[in-house]
């Protein structure tokens, strides 16, 4: 290889493993929700742990996937995942308040994971952390219970649509490698 292929190589090299690293980088910003039970939660409260992030919505056909979200967080919190329910009208299939959101989840499906407050996931009024998602990966929710991989460094390590249940083989194995790596 001639030397003015090798650097062009070896820039071409750093250049895209810079790239790779931007979404980590700005995923350190401070990405706060408001909690459906009062105060904020915050992405870096969570930092060196993966954590899935779940657009969710209370009348929805994928709403029993509440269910398989609340095993996943049983399964995996005591090894460090995080499981975050982020409700959402952006589809129209919301109930009217955060305490009817928060009370349906209780009463129909006992979770105890961290959700937020009733939040935009899309478009202009997106919260900035879905925006950040939009921007660094191509990836905006196109329905109810699109989910979000973050790897423990807060990049993006995978997405998945509504359709993969959350304790799908290639939900759980994504997140046992992401565990096993820490």
Not at 3 to 17: H, K, N, Q, T, V
Not at 46 to 68: H, I
Not at 77 to 86: S, T
């Amino acid at each position: 290889m001639s030397e003015m292929l090798r650097r062009r190589f070896l820039l071409g090299i750093g250049l895209g493993a810079g790239c790779l690293a931007l979404p980590a980088l700005a995923a350190s910003e401070e990405w706060r929700f408001e909690s459906i039970d009062g105060g904020t939660l915050s992405l870096s409260q969570w930092q060196g742990q993966p954590v899935l992030v779940v657009n969710t919505a209370s009348r929805c056909g994928f709403t029993p996937q509440y269910d398989g979200l609340q095993a996943l967080y049983d399964r995996y919190r005591d090894r460090g995942l995080i499981v975050l329910a982020v409700p959402s009208q952006d589809f129209r299939q919301e109930l009217a308040s955060n305490e009817d959101v928060a009370e349906f989840c209780e009463v129909n499906f006992g979770l105890d994971l961290p959700m937020t407050t009733i939040t935009h996931v899309r478009g202009a009024q997106a919260h900035p952390f879905y925006k950040w998602v939009a921007r660094t990966v191509g990836f905006e929710p196109a329905w109810n219970f699109n989910k979000i991989l973050l790897g423990p460094d807060g990049s993006v390590v995978e997405t998945f649509g509504s359709a993969i249940r959350p304790e799908s083989a290639k939900i759980t194995s994504r997140i046992e490698a992401l565990l096993s790596e820490g």
